[in-house]
């Protein structure tokens, strides 16, 4: 399996700790900045909402079980702690400058810096 980055996010949180567990449940802002191979991938882009795809690098990739009460498995979680780190956030855009590659978005919880492996347009907004 091979899978690389299309870009990065920026955002106001340094850790995956000081992000919320869910983005959709607040309102910080960030940048999804495509990079120049994945430039064509935004064209014609005009949706409300988009699922980004991204690898949280930094997680621990050897939790199974969350310490809470009572114990859970990670995936029944939407932790970025496990053994494969793919997480998906869905996010309101609030700007699309193909020009620049870059997608603003209300509602994320990645840490700066994470990978964007794909950005997906909802269902809402997915035109076939």
Same mark, same amino acid.
């Given at each position: 399996m091979q899978c690389d980055p299309i870009g990065t996010v920026s955002t106001p949180f340094e850790t995956t700790s000081d992000a919320p567990s869910q983005g959709c449940h607040g309102d910080a802002e960030g940048v999804v900045r495509v990079d120049e191979a994945y430039a064509a991938g935004l064209s014609g882009f005009d949706a409300d909402t988009v699922v980004v795809v991204w690898?949280?690098?930094?997680a621990d990739r050897s939790?199974?079980?969350l310490d809470?009460? @009572?114990a859970r498995g990670v995936f029944t979680s939407r932790s970025p702690a496990r053994p494969n780190p793919v997480c998906?956030?869905?996010c309101r855009v609030t700007d699309v400058d193909v020009e620049s590659r870059t997608l603003r978005l209300r509602g994320v919880d990645m840490a700066d810096?994470? @990978?964007v492996i794909d950005l997906k347009a909802s269902l809402a907004d997915r035109h076939e």
């Open positions: 690898w949280a690098d930094r939790v199974l079980t809470r009460d @009572p998906l956030t869905e810096g994470s @990978p």
